[in-house]
């Protein structure tokens, strides 16, 4: 507005005020001034000179109107003009407002009618932005249709905003938008209510809310945790599944929220919307009286209907597929969280629970141990030396724990919730997938926490990501295309974002920090104030305090960093974490259990849990933040900005000031500015004219591409402000492109309906030929029917003239024929009398001629018999005879022995022919006999004809070989030399030949092979060339060499590669030089398309070609030799058959084959194979499993029974479930199963198609349809039949490879890490080679590569899946190599991986288990079948037949080869290797099973049985599957109670003796012990059965592998015996394996009559001279496998030991109890032991007592022969050596004083004396060096103690033995400290002296000086803080008002318990235990002092 220009009076301007523009009205004009009036009501007045278009402009009618719905299309475009549109539009109800396309939402806190009605959904389907009004439909319209212009590109929608501004609301109207788009595209039509997998999704909504939203002061319904939730569409358009990701939950709102909030809604809706039964269950009252809910003092909220939600969210979750059970378990969850809120805490020596009820509670609904709750939360365990010890924890601390254990059980409550979710709206596959982002927006509270840090911190990435997509990428793609621009200023807040997250910025500050012990919230303060002071986005209160600000994008924020660092570290400590694991509810314990909660054990984690750094909360948030922006970078973006109108949450409330710093900060007004100004749509030249074609005729021709663009542009737009050309792509307004759209579907159905035209005149005109045609043939039919119907009258009088005259010639030859019968059979009755009298006649003559024969034989053998006596008897006379020439007679001899040999062999040969003749007869007879019986229909002929028939041939070829043997003997012998000559001469010019024309055809072939492969040789030279430049030494050039043999085919001595073979896939290793690994199994989703075809296939130049069928499935590429296009193939063994002595029963091999119904079996699997033979499926009688061999099925049909016999029972289960499923299948059920053609099983090879290179085309004249596939150790040469089958193919491998390693988003991390070479060590040392690699890691593997080109050759994989581990190495390898290591442990190979960064570590750690987490779990058959026995256990016969169908699950005798149960990958923990040599856990699996095979005939059965139990206590994993193994043995066995399975059940014994399965297998163990005991009830089977069940139920956790003597006892299902000692005597009790220390107790306390006891008894380990309080939890059995393991370690015998514990009241204990007694041992005791301070003279007094009550008085003959049992020997040396400390040297001459005249003791005065009149120092120096001299000196004052003890023991003449002893406990009682137990320690602070006493009592500790009888301090238990063992060997106590006392001490562990029991005995008398603990523990004695506590008698 120029100066002086003054709008006229009531004009609407917009005026800067305030240092914003405003909305205002032309007040007056007078004396030069104008006034102003601003919509808010102030008056501003200006001078008329001052106006200026800067001050005041006018206000355009768009702008007062308030219409403008894209204010990109503002006349005046400023905040001013920008504010004012879109009040106006909120005032009016419209409260969309576009941006180009992003989508401005004011928030109206008011339900608007008809904004969001099925209506308006329907109007905005298919419609284009623009043609509405501005709506989230509109959005998400477009979003939807995106998705096919981009050709199935990813799409998400981000909505952001602050807290309150409808984020949630609007992700909900999408949603609901995207389900009614996706049903209607199904047509299922409008308003379906099915629960679909839509429905499902938008069920979803409502439990999340009540899950994760709460009431805060912004926002009645505030979501406060993030959620990603990606929606994935099909081809058609419809959901198929989705998926929901959870980010940073707040969960520490559970236990605590500012005022006027609330906390989750669950919570109220529970309490609200509960039945009153539900309430009595859960024990809930009001939410006034919950801790957790009162604290804000809001709990009821007018805009919340508490009891509505609990009703939504109920039925939300039965939509869901959550169980009744589910839902109950939710409950009980939520309820156990409010109880344990309301647990409160006192201070007794430590914190302690005050009030019962609530942790009673608490500990009922979440099923564990009340008491074990109570010590989890009061106490901290930590292993000393092998022992527990249990610190108490302060009331702060207690609370923590408390706390914490609320919150993580809401969080495991709410991850398990998403996964359910995310289990029902799972789907398999997608086309594309529109991901929705509905993320916590800005807060900035009063009080700011870690919670908030995170929540803004997110939203700076979320910012940045805006900025970068709507202006950095924006005009840097306007600059690189050339487009004529001005650069529009906006902020960046990348600044902001290298503040928080840069290498040393806040969150490596707060890792670091939460990393030290010793880090504080101060420290940390500390830290930043330090390091970023200079930082112009870092703020510094101006106040020293602990807070810290940000310059954030939306504003200044300043955080209390109170509760950082614990928030950060979210401690959870392992003694809550393990209580929860103990639980007896399925759900509390599968939410914690070990593998899938964090804390895994460390097998799964490789390290101890101990050593294992978890990840931060705060580095947690950032992996997943980095994540998501990962993915939202790989799709193309919407974005929705809500607005908050105000902050109270009014309606019709707008605050211009609030929501223009909304709009500054978010970058809305320069967001406004580059959409005015810019071209957000972009598309290439090629793209553009394919859309756009219909619109114009356009050339073929591509050099014009950019003209023709031009002209369909100028069409629309001839002026060009709409539009530009770049270099390569056209960019447009979104108002052309609307335009565009418009015109293109016009002409689309302008072309569409003359299409439809000619296609309906087509179809009218066909519809007419038809009706003709139709009307011809019914007249053809009418006119036939007529003249038929007279054909037939005519016919039918014929007939019946015909019938009579038939009938009267039949019975005319009736007659002639009976005469004919009557005389025939007269004439045969004949003709049989005759046949028989000839008969008779024959038989006569016939039996004279034999007799005849008979007896001419019989005179013929005596002739002969006659002749060869005569024989023998000249021969004899001949030898008699002397040799005149012997040379002659031995040469006769030998003459005549060949002669008779030769004999002998011709008529032998001649036998053998003639019996085979005979055989092959009788053979065909037999086969005759069987064809007969075949046609007579006879079932019992053998089952192998066709065997028999091959047989018969094979031996009648064999008989006819024979015979032209013979025959031609003696023609070949004549013709053999004259046959050879010519053979000789033929090969001779033959080889001539054949050499000239192979050379001439070998130089064809090479030539042609030159020219076709010229480019791949191209390529392996410039791959030679780059590897030669990396190698140098000899190895070098032999991989190289290696390389080249590989990529060349024309190298003529390649190492052939047979593709006939088993086709592994090698992952090749260049770096190792190593073998290639083994065949790896793909894991890949089938995300490729599925082809198949026949191929020519060679794997190189000296291999030939072969026809294969290959099949590309599942991203792996198989081939085979036939086609497979079958249900189901395979090799099987098929049993032959026969009688004869050639068709023996034997079982061939066989290729079979289902198709359809027929089940056919050839020679081999080729193409055109033989058929053997056929089955018909359908018409068999009966499929059976129960062969006649392992692994066997049998086919019975009418004519025989087929015996087949698989490789493996899951190949058997395989084949019998799918032979019986076609046997009762139906038509259309068979056509689905033709579906399944491929098996990778079957094939002759396969290929995984991620570890292909390149696929390309070869240039081969000869092969015009060649291609090469090339791989990183392999070159395949395929063919194909057409060149159209080549190319589908190329692209079908090219696009199933993918390009991850180009730079493409598939990638979830990728960078430099280095890889260990040759054979694996994992670790550094000077023969470690390390080469630098890049990997990637991708969703389905680990790909490496050797170096970041996009072309680089990748040199290997690993496949990952939910049974890969990730090992992360311990801080020392860092420390002494230099490098962090990490290990990946796949199926076949691990990756040992190196970096010298931390922070990489963790982020490849990290993502790595992320993937393998994400991975869905592989399920073994054994698993499935273990869920299909628990459905079917109700139905007994549903289990029979799974049991029979299933050999998997029964006995076998032969050995496992994979175990049955998943298990992780890798070698076991590296210190159980190296000591005991495991493997890794597949192996040692397979080796239990053969160890159980060996069972029986094993010599040794317990040793066995002990290995067994020891790897199953050290390999935790291997319990599961042990147990599956025993089931399987135990099944199915033929007699039950037979050796071997006796035995087997003896393991199972011990098993369920030391160990329990985890819960899913426990459920089917005792499933199996209970059908043994039910189907063999009175068998020694049964029996083990029904004693595995009772162990079952008692077992507990066990610490040591059974003892020996146990495994005895097991093994015999009886009790244990062990000996129990005491003072004087010992007692022999019996135990099992499950009793406990507290129950010997009592039965011993009950035996020895001691219940009305003073003070309390336990059980001791007594060896080594250490007594050890054993704990009332402990396992007896266990303690005694610990004294059998130390016996064997250590060579030393240990004893359990009774006596007393505490001492309660020790003083006022009756003299005459057996108590007493046990008061006065341990006493006396304590005095020898030296624990006793008192007098020399006291000491002598009991020593004379003790005697007097074991000896009786004192006779002339008594002396004391060991003075140490009753004397403190250790007293006596001190002094003695004291005393030798103590002596001055003293010159003769000195003179003394008088008071050394007096001898202090015998000793001093014998040392005196033995020095003499010499030098005293030297004397002394004498002594102390000679040992024989001490010891001569220590027997002296031993044997003067001794006459001392024996002169007070005769004063004590005629005193009782009960007056002795209690003369001795008065005296012992007279010392103040009587009582409390004493402790050795020393001090290590100079608050006391070193050598201490700590002496522990009923009410107080104690500290003395060691022999004094004074303490020197004394601390209540009410004054005691804490006390533990911080480090080992040092004990720490703190004490009010006092520095803590720290002491050294080998009894840290002893001094704990005895504390815990005294003050467990404080409390219990201080509060009151209350009736509900009572209830809870019906079992437990009141008195919890005890150590063992009183419990049932075993």
């Not at 439809?756 to 019914?778: D, E, L, N, T």
């Not at 019946?800 to 009938?807: G, H, I, V």
């Not at 005193?1855 to 103040?1872: F, G, H, I, N, P």
Request: hydrophobic residues 35%; aromatic residues 8%; contains cysteine.
């Amino acid at each position: 507005m120029p100066p002086g220009s003054v709008p006229c009076v009531g004009c609407r301007v917009q005026l800067w005020h305030q240092g914003q523009w405003q909305p205002a009205s032309v007040d007056t004009e007078q004396d030069d001034h104008v006034t102003y009036t601003t919509d808010a009501g102030q008056s501003v007045t200006y001078p008329l000179s001052a106006l200026n278009h800067d001050l005041v402009q006018p206000m355009q009618d768009d702008n007062m109107a308030g219409s403008v719905e894209d204010m990109a299309n503002l006349s005046d475009l400023n905040e001013g003009s920008i504010l004012e549109n879109i009040r106006l539009r909120y005032v009016g109800n419209r409260i969309y407002t576009y941006i180009g396309h992003i989508l401005c939402a004011v928030n109206p806190y008011k339900p608007i009618e008809d904004l969001y009605s099925r209506g308006c959904i329907q109007a905005y389907k298919k419609k284009h932005i623009g043609d509405l009004p501005p709506h989230i439909f509109a959005i998400a319209n477009e979003c939807y249709y995106a998705m096919w212009k981009a050709g199935g590109e990813n799409q998400c929608i981000l909505i952001s905003g602050e807290s309150g501004a409808g984020k949630t609301e609007s992700t909900k109207f999408i949603l609901q938008f995207l389900s009614e788009m996706s049903q209607v595209s199904v047509g299922s039509g409008e308003g379906s209510t099915d629960t679909s997998v839509e429905q499902a999704i938008l069920q979803s909504s409502p439990i999340m809310e009540a899950f994760g939203n709460a009431k805060t002061v912004y926002n009645n319904n505030s979501s406060r945790f993030g959620k990603f939730i990606q929606l994935q569409f099909n081809e058609k358009g419809s959901i198929t599944g989705g998926r929901i990701q959870d980010y940073l939950l707040e969960k520490n709102r559970v236990v605590g929220q500012n005022p006027d909030e609330r906390n989750y809604h669950i919570f109220y809706s529970l309490i609200a919307g509960s039945t009153p039964d539900i309430k009595e269950v859960l024990c809930l009252t009001e939410a006034s009286e919950f801790h957790y809910l009162n604290q804000s003092g809001c709990i009821n909220d007018s805009t919340i209907n508490d009891q509505e939600d609990f009703s939504k969210v109920l039925h939300a979750m039965r939509v869901m597929n959550f169980s009744e059970k589910d839902i109950l378990d939710v409950w009980c969850l939520l309820a156990s969280i409010l109880h344990v809120g309301n647990i409160k805490f006192v201070t007794t020596a430590g914190a302690q629970v005050a009030d019962k009820q609530a942790l009673s509670n608490a500990a009922s609904l979440l099923r564990v141990d009340m008491l074990g709750l109570a010590e989890a939360l009061t106490q901290r365990s930590i292993f000393l030396r092998g022992e527990l010890i249990s610190t108490p924890l302060e009331v702060n601390e207690a609370a923590d724990s408390r706390d914490s254990l609320a919150m993580n059980l809401y969080k495991a409550c709410f991850r398990w919730i998403i996964t359910k979710i995310n289990s029902r709206i799972y789907g398999n596959g997608h086309y594309s997938s529109i991901g929705v982002l509905d993320i916590f927006g800005f807060e900035n509270f009063q009080t700011n926490r870690f919670e908030q840090f995170n929540i803004n911190y997110a939203n700076e990435k979320l910012q940045e990501y805006f900025n970068k997509h709507i202006f950095s990428l924006e005009q840097l793609e306007y600059n690189r295309e050339g487009i004529v621009w001005t650069d529009i200023d906006w902020v960046d807040n990348g600044e902001c974002l290298d503040l928080v997250e840069r290498k040393l910025g806040i969150l490596d500050l707060l890792d670091e920090e939460s990393r030290f012990p010793k880090g504080t919230d101060n420290t940390f303060v500390d830290k930043l104030h330090g390091g970023h002071k200079e930082n112009a986005f870092f703020l510094k209160p101006k106040v020293a305090s602990r807070m810290f600000g940000i310059k954030h994008y939306a504003g200044e924020v300043y955080y209390d960093t109170q509760g950082f660092l614990d928030k950060n570290r979210d401690t959870f400590r392992d003694d809550i974490l393990n209580i929860l694991q103990e639980s007896r509810s399925d759900f509390i314990y599968e939410l914690f259990d070990t593998d899938a909660y964090a804390n895994r054990t460390s097998l799964k984690s490789g390290t101890a849990t101990r050593q294992r750094k978890k990840p931060t909360v705060s580095s947690q948030f950032k992996e997943s933040l980095r994540s998501l922006m990962t993915t939202l970078s790989a799709a193309n973006p919407f974005f929705v900005r809500c607005i908050k109108p105000n902050s109270q949450k009014l309606p019709d409330t707008f605050d211009p000031e609030l929501v223009l710093s909304q709009l500054r900060y978010s970058g809305m007004l320069e967001t406004v500015r580059i959409r005015r100004a810019g071209y957000p749509v972009r598309r290439t030249f090629d793209d553009f004219c394919y859309r756009y074609r219909v619109l114009v005729r356009l050339s073929s021709s591509d050099e014009d591409i950019k003209s023709h663009c031009s002209g369909v542009l100028q069409l629309v737009d001839d002026t060009g402000k709409e539009w530009q050309l770049g270099k390569t792509k056209v960019f447009l307004r979104e108002r052309l492109e609307c335009e565009l759209e418009k015109r293109r579907e016009a002409e689309l159905h302008r072309v569409a309906t003359i299409i439809q035209a000619g296609f309906k005149g087509h179809q009218a005109r066909r519809q007419f030929h038809r009706a003709k045609q139709s009307i011809v043939v019914i007249q053809k039919n009418y006119k036939a029917h007529f003249w038929r119907k007279a054909f037939v009258q005519v016919r039918q009088a014929t007939v019946t003239l015909q019938k009579f005259e038939r009938s009267r010639r039949a019975r005319h030859l009736l007659q002639r024929l009976r005469e004919e019968k009557r005389q025939e059979e007269e004439r045969q009755h004949q003709l049989r009398e005759e046949e028989r009298r000839q008969r008779e006649e024959e038989e006569k003559v016939k039996e004279e001629e034999e007799r005849r024969l008979l007896e001419q034989k019989t005179i013929e053998e005596k002739a002969k018999f006659e002749e060869k006596r005569q024989e023998e008897k000249r021969l004899e006379e001949e030898r008699k005879k002397p040799c005149i020439c012997p040379m002659c007679g031995s040469r006769r001899e030998m003459e005549k022995q060949e002669e008779i040999r030769q004999q002998e062999q011709k008529v032998k040969e001649k036998q053998e022919l003639r019996k085979l003749e005979f055989e092959v007869l009788d053979e065909l007879d037999n086969l005759i006999e069987e064809c007969m019986m075949l046609e007579l229909g006879r079932s019992d002929i053998d089952d192998n004809l066709d065997d028999k028939l091959e047989d018969w041939a094979k031996a009648k070829q064999e008989l006819a070989m024979l015979r032209a043997q013979q025959a031609e003997e003696a023609r070949l012998a004549e013709e053999a030399k004259q046959r050879a000559l010519e053979e000789e001469k033929r090969f001779e010019e033959f080889a001539k030949k054949k050499a000239k024309e192979d050379a001439k055809r070998m130089e064809q072939e090479a030539m042609s092979r030159l020219r076709a492969e010229a480019e791949q040789e191209r390529r392996r030279q410039e791959a030679q060339r780059k590897w030669n430049r990396t190698l140098s030494t000899k190895k070098g050039e032999e991989k190289r060499e290696s390389v080249d043999s590989m990529l060349s085919e024309s190298d003529g001595t390649q190492e052939r590669s047979s593709l006939d073979e088993s086709g592994d896939e090698l992952d090749m290793d260049l770096d190792d030089e190593s073998p290639s690994s083994p065949k790896r199994h793909s894991l890949l989703p089938e995300v490729t398309p599925y082809f198949h075809a026949y191929l020519m296939m060679k794997g190189g130049v000296m291999n030939t070609w072969k026809r294969r069928w290959c099949v590309l499935k599942d991203d792996t590429l198989m081939w085979y030799r036939g086609k497979q296009a079958s249900i189901k193939s395979g090799w099987l063994a098929k049993k032959g058959g026969g009688t004869g002595t050639l068709s023996r029963r034997s079982w061939k091999t066989r290729w079979f084959v289902l198709r359809g119904t027929t089940l056919s079996y050839h020679e081999n699997d080729e193409e055109g194979a033989k058929q053997l033979g056929s089955i018909d499926v359908k018409s068999c009688k009966e499929i059976l499993d129960n062969g006649l061999k392992e692994n066997a099925l049998s086919i019975v049909t009418e004519a025989r029974t087929y015996h087949l016999v698989a490789e493996t029972p899951e190949e058997a289960s395989q084949w019998y479930n799918v032979l019986t499923s076609v046997y009762s299948a139906t038509d259309e059920e068979l056509r689905e199963m033709q579906d399944e053609q491929a098996n990778p099983k079957n094939a002759a090879g396969t290929l995984d198609v991620a570890l292909i290179d390149s696929v390309y085309a070869s240039d081969n004249e000869s092969k015009p349809h060649q291609f090469v596939i090339i791989t990183a150790n392999r070159v395949f040469t395929c063919c194909s039949d057409t060149a159209e089958e080549m190319h589908h193919w190329i692209s079908c491998l090219q696009r199933s490879k993918g390009d991850v390693h180009s730079g493409g988003q598939d990638f979830i991390t990728r960078g430099w890490l280095s890889k260990e070479t040759g054979k694996p060590t994992g670790t550094v040392n000077k023969s470690t080679t390390l080469k630098k690699r890049w990997f990637v890691l991708t969703a389905h593997s680990l790909d490496y590569y050797k170096s970041s080109d996009t072309n680089s050759q990748k040199l290997g994989t690993l496949i990952l899946d939910s049974l890969c581990r990730v090992v992360q190495a311990d801080a020392e390898m860092y420390e002494q190599t230099g490098y962090y290591m990490f290990t990946i442990h796949g199926r076949r190979r691990s990756f040992h991986l190196f970096t010298k960064l931390h922070t990489e570590v963790q982020q490849w750690v990290q993502s790595l288990q992320e993937v393998i987490d994400s991975k869905v779990p592989i399920v073994t058959p054994t698993q499935q079948l273990i869920t299909d026995l628990r459905d079917a256990s109700m139905n007994s016969e549903a289990v029979d037949q799974i049991y029979q169908r299933n050999p998997i699950l029964r006995h076998t005798p032969h050995p496992l080869k994979t175990p049955l149960l998943p298990l992780p990958y890798g070698d076991v923990n590296a210190n159980l290797q190296k000591e005991k040599g495991y493997t890794n856990l597949q192996e040692e699996a397979v080796k239990i099973f053969n160890s159980l095979l060996q069972i029986e005939t094993a010599a040794d059965q317990i040793s066995i049985v002990q290995n067994i139990l020891e790897t199953c206590h050290d390999l935790k994993y291997l319990k599961d599957e042990v147990y599956c193994q025993l089931i399987k043995q135990t099944m199915g066995v033929a007699d039950v109670d037979s050796i071997g399975n006796l035995r087997v059940w003896q393991i199972m014994a011990c098993m369920c003796c030391a160990f329990q399965p985890t819960r899913n297998v426990i459920r089917y163990l005792k499933f199996h012990l209970k059908r043994c005991k039910e189907k063999f009830p009175s068998t020694e089977m049964a029996k083990f059965a029904a004693f595995c069940g009772d162990s079952l139920r008692r077992c507990k956790g066990r610490e040591y592998v059974p003892s020996r003597d146990e495994v005895i006892a097991i093994l015999g299902r009886r009790d244990m015996y062990t000996t129990v000692h005491c003072y004087g005597s010992s007692c022999r009790i019996s135990i099992n394996s499950s009793t406990t220390a507290s129950e010997v107790v009592q039965r011993l306390v009950r035996g020895m009559n001691l219940e009305e006891t003073h003070n309390t008894f336990a059980l001791f380990e007594r060896g080594a001279g250490q007594d050890k309080a054993i704990d009332g939890k402990a396992i007896v059995a266990d303690i005694l496998a610990k004294f059998e393991k130390l016996k064997e370690e250590e060579e030393t015998d240990w004893k359990l030991f009774f006596r007393l514990f505490c001492f309660m009241d020790p003083r006022n204990v009756p003299t005459n109890s057996l108590e007493y007694d046990f008061m006065f041992e341990q006493a006396h005791e304590d005095v020898i032991h030296n624990r006793f301070p008192s007098s020399e003279e006291t000491l002598q007094y009991l020593a004379a007592y003790r005697l007097q009550y074991k000896e009786g008085d004192f006779s002339k003959s008594g002396w004391i022969n060991d003075l140490g049992q009753v004397y403190p020997m250790e007293r006596l040396r001190r002094r003695v050596k004291s005393t030798k400390e103590n002596i001055a040297p003293v010159s003769d001459k000195t003179e003394r004083p008088a008071t050394t005249k007096r001898k202090s003791n015998f000793l001093e005065g014998t040392l005196r004396r033995s020095f003499g009149k010499g030098g005293h120092k030297k004397a002394r120096q004498q002594v102390l060096g000679e040992d024989a001299q001490l010891i001569h000196l220590l027997k002296e004052e031993e044997s003067s103690t001794t006459s001392a003890v024996i002169a007070k023991w005769k004063m004590l003449k005629g005193l009782t033995k009960e007056e002795a002893q209690q003369r001795y406990m008065r005296a012992v009682m007279d010392w103040s400290g009587y009582g409390a137990t004493l402790f050795d320690v020393e001090c290590k602070d100079r608050q006391h002296p070193v050598d201490l006493w700590l002496a522990v009592s009923v009410d107080e500790i104690a500290l003395y000086k060691r022999g004094e009888e004074r303490p020197l301090a004394s601390y209540a238990y009410d004054s005691i803080l804490s006390f533990g063992a911080p480090v080992p060997n040092t004990y720490k106590i703190v004490v009010e008002d006092k520095e803590p006392m720290m002491f050294e001490t080998s009894q840290v562990v002893e001094i704990a318990k005895l504390m815990k029991a005294y003050i467990n005995s404080l409390v219990k008398k201080r509060y009151s235990w209350r009736t509900s603990y009572h209830s809870y523990r019906k079992s437990v004695d009141s008195d919890d002092i005890l150590l063992s506590p009183t419990v049932t008698q075993s």
